[in-house]
Structure formats: structure tokens, C-alpha cells
């Protein structure tokens, strides 16, 4: 079992940046491949990026490519998500996610956090 703890997110105004976090509980972190999502209200949730167990391959939904980046420390067992030039339509819960795989990015994933609100205020 392989629990995750997002944090990072607030409130900040359009154009602004948040740094979100997702810390690991697990001694295999570099066997996972890790995962943004996102669900904003009345919405289904969404991917929103993923790389690789090793960090060197990285996937992003079109409309965060140049805005985000994803990246990971496997000796701290963490992964993050930069988030620049926001946008109100950016505001949502934003999960972190693990999937034990060194193969694919793609859904399903194994393991959730909770969760951390990101709200962009135009």
C-alpha cells in the first residue's frame, strides 16, 4: 500500500505560479510511475500529466504543455508539479497519483492522495 500527500496548492491570481508537491510513503518510489489529475467542480476529473519511473519521459494534457512541468526526486521519494501562468479555468482539486509500472503513463492508477484545491482568481 503506498500512501501519497499532495501539498503546495492555495489560492493565487491569474498569471501566478503554484508548486505542488505529492510526498510517497513507499521504499520503491522509483518503481512508480506518478501522475497529476484534476477534477474541478461539475466535472469529471481529468489527466493532467505523468513521467516515468526514471523522470526521463514526461506526458502532458494539450492544454498545460508550457504552462506545467512535471518532475520528480526519487531519493525523497517525491513528485511535483510546477504550474505557471494560471488560469481561472485552472481551478480545481488537483490529485496525485501512482502507478506501479516502468512501462506506461497511461491510466489506470494504482494509488490516490487526497487531494490538494488550487483556485485561480481572475
Known amino acids: 500500500q503506498v500512501q501519497l500527500v499532495e501539498s503546495g496548492g492555495g489560492l493565487v491570481q491569474a498569471g501566478g505560479s503554484l508548486r505542488l508537491s505529492c510526498a510517497a510513503s513507499?521504499?520503491?518510489?522509483?518503481?512508480?510511475?506518478m501522475g497529476w489529475f484534476r477534477q474541478a467542480p461539475g466535472k469529471e476529473r481529468e489527466f493532467v500529466a505523468a513521467?516515468?519511473?526514471?523522470?526521463?519521459?514526461?506526458n502532458y494534457v494539450d492544454f498545460v504543455k508550457g504552462r506545467f512541468t512535471i518532475s520528480r526526486d526519487n531519493a525523497k521519494n517525491t513528485a511535483f508539479l510546477q504550474m505557471n501562468s494560471l488560469k481561472p479555468e485552472d481551478t480545481a482539486v488537483y490529485y496525485c497519483?501512482?502507478?506501479?509500472?516502468?512501462?506506461?503513463?497511461?491510466?489506470?492508477?494504482?494509488?490516490w492522495g487526497q487531494g490538494t484545491q488550487v483556485t485561480v482568481s481572475s
Open positions: 497519483a501512482a502507478k506501479m509500472s516502468r512501462v506506461s503513463m497511461l491510466p489506470p492508477y494504482d494509488y
Open positions: 513507499t521504499r520503491t518510489f522509483g518503481s512508480y510511475t
Open positions: 513521467i516515468s519511473w526514471s523522470g526521463r519521459a514526461t
